[in-house]
């Protein structure tokens, strides 16, 4: 059962005219555990909410064509996070202002429902409802700017380790 708009974060500070437009680009789908529903590396122009279910977001830690070549690394991909229908959460969402290949896989770890909506219906509510396309946009650079923060303290991280492997006397 898809929840009231009003209730799923990325829509609560709508007006309901507003909302309700932004919400009528979104269409329903499904997909069954075990299978993907984006594949890193291909292009894509969905953005998703998940509104039933979990799925685990799949990253490729090195570059293709280097797996194998690094000894003790027999797992070339990480797990970043694993998500749930609780805060309805949204992936994709580069995907209506971008034409790039996705940053990561998304695979349902569950049976999951989801809101969707592709960059043509969003382009078509853009040249519609500015405002409406403009709330959507709000929400999608509010998470964009989460996901900037949170890998800037990653970069710190992983350049302090670094530093300090490559500080290592030899021998060690």
């Not at 829509?11 to 993907?36: D, K, L, N, W, Y």
């Not at 909410?49 to 690094?70: E, H």
């Amino acid at each position: 059962m898809i929840p009231d708009p009003s209730v799923i974060p990325f829509f609560r500070e709508m007006a309901a005219p507003s909302r309700h437009s932004a919400f009528s680009i979104f269409q329903t789908s499904t997909v069954s555990s075990g299978h993907p529903l984006i594949v890193e590396g291909e292009v894509g122009d969905t953005m998703y909410i998940l509104v039933q279910g979990r799925v685990r977001i799949v990253k490729s830690m090195i570059l293709k064509g280097l797996v194998g070549a690094i000894p003790g690394l027999d797992r070339p991909e990480k797990v970043l996070a694993v998500l749930t229908d609780e805060t309805f959460p949204i992936f994709g969402e580069l995907a209506l202002v971008d034409q790039d290949t996705r940053s990561a896989t998304v695979e349902a770890m569950t049976d999951c429902t989801f809101l969707q909506t592709t960059r043509d219906r969003f382009n078509d509510l853009l040249a519609r409802e500015a405002q409406a396309a403009a709330l959507i946009l709000l929400g999608v650079a509010r998470r964009l700017a989460g996901t900037v923060r949170r890998n800037n303290g990653e970069i710190v991280k992983l350049t302090t380790a670094l530093a300090l492997l490559l500080g290592r006397p030899s021998g060690r």
